[in-house]
């Protein structure tokens, strides 16, 4: 059974970081590309983060771009997003995701590409 599990998640002030850990189980995680999507209420999930499966191509959604960073280790089947200078407006429910991607190097930017999904974790970023 594929499980992507979310970790690291909670509460932190404004300014403050935030690590969040994604690991896999169930499938190799070095075979797929992976994503970090986030969700606030009444708003629609968004897109946060993306790596290629070698961890060697990276984006960010211009909201985040400059204060996060996506990275992986495949030793450890596992998917980090570290968070910086937080804002209340980053509080959400963070989603990590993995699509298929056959080793083409590529990023994914929307829902639809990723087969996989993790329960959420959520962070809240006080003012």
């Known amino acids: 059974q594929v499980q992507l599990v979310e970790s690291g998640g909670g509460l932190v002030q404004a300014g403050g970081s935030q690590r969040l850990s994604c690991a896999a189980s169930?499938?190799?995680?070095?075979?797929?590309?992976n994503g970090w999507f986030r969700q606030a209420p009444g708003k629609e999930r968004e897109f946060v983060a993306a790596i290629s499966w070698s961890g060697g191509n990276t984006d960010y959604a211009r909201s985040v771009k400059g204060r996060f960073t996506i990275s992986r280790d495949n030793a450890k089947n596992t998917v980090y997003l570290q968070m910086n200078s937080l804002k209340p407006e980053d509080t959400a429910v963070y989603y990590c995701a993995a699509a298929n991607t056959y080793y083409s190097g590529r990023v994914y930017y929307t829902s639809s590409d990723y087969v996989y999904w993790g329960q959420g974790t959520q962070v809240t970023v006080s003012s």
């Open positions: 169930g499938l190799t995680l070095s075979r797929y590309a």
